[in-house]
């Protein structure tokens, strides 16, 4: 309900039975709203008083609210709807994504690996919804090659190699000198039996990073792989053959 200070009512949800809805924050109703609602909880009645800074102005809106009116709200919040991310500006997407990352953080070290890679992919989805402008900053950049390379270690712990892939494609179009993404693409190459892919992979990772024992392994069991695949598909056809 909404009156003037005398007591005078100028509007009523409940008297139209019919509750107000609105986006909070977007301008859509005036400010004493946007920032008194923005502290309640669910199912709190509460009191907002305002001057007409926070209300409707010098000019008022006639005839129901004079000019420089102060304003007397009962408000209820009957609930809320999460924003989607069309309602999100960049910096509110870039926020959920940074707490998807934090999440994602926990469950891996849970080894709770579909988890955390819900929490990866839904931070990497937030922040592909940013302008492209705001995308390119560093902070945002930098969170969505870290999303992206923890969805691929999430899919290889699960054994997706076809997602990890992917998801490491995906980083190095934005570093294209990323370890981290040519490591774990050569490893998902590798189980998907694309030895050559894997291979120049791997190569690249241990000419940029010459010190990594794991990435050194990695290449000689994949070279291995590939020479018992070949043995095997000799071996195959050799037999349909002598028949």
């Known amino acids: 309900d909404g009156r003037l200070l005398d007591g005078t009512a100028f509007d009523s949800s409940r008297a139209r039975g019919q509750p107000f809805e609105f986006k909070l924050g977007v301008g859509q109703v005036i400010s004493a709203w946007d920032l008194g609602i923005a502290r309640m909880r669910q199912g709190e009645l509460a009191?907002?008083?305002c001057k007409s800074n926070h209300g409707y102005g010098w000019e008022g809106s006639p005839p129901k609210i004079p000019r420089d009116a102060s304003l007397r709200f009962e408000v209820e919040l009957l609930g809320w709807k999460e924003k989607t991310m069309e309602d999100m500006s960049n910096r509110e997407l870039l926020e959920h994504a940074q707490r998807m990352r934090t999440a994602g953080t926990a469950s891996?070290?849970?080894?709770?690996?579909?988890?955390?890679?819900?929490?990866?992919e839904e931070g990497t989805e937030h922040l592909l919804s940013m302008d492209a402008g705001a995308a390119k900053a560093p902070e945002a950049r930098e969170?969505?090659?870290s999303c992206l390379l923890n969805a691929a270690?999430?899919?290889?712990?699960?054994?997706?190699?076809?997602?990890?892939?992917e998801r490491c494609t995906r980083a190095l179009a934005l570093e294209p000198e990323s370890v981290k993404a040519l490591f774990r693409r050569g490893v998902a190459h590798t189980e998907l039996q694309c030895f050559a892919e894997a291979k120049a992979d791997l190569l690249q990772a241990c000419k940029l990073d010459p010190k990594s024992r794991e990435t050194r392994e990695q290449f000689e069991r994949t070279k291995t792989a590939h020479t018992a695949a070949k043995s095997a598909d000799r071996a195959a056809f050799g037999g349909v053959l002598n028949k």
């Open 108 to 120: 891996f070290k849970e080894q709770d690996w579909a988890t955390a890679r819900n929490r990866f």
């Open 143 to 145: 969170a969505l090659l």
């Open 153 to 165: 270690q999430c899919a290889l712990k699960l054994g997706e190699w076809s997602a990890a892939a």
């Open 47 to 49: 009191i907002i008083e």
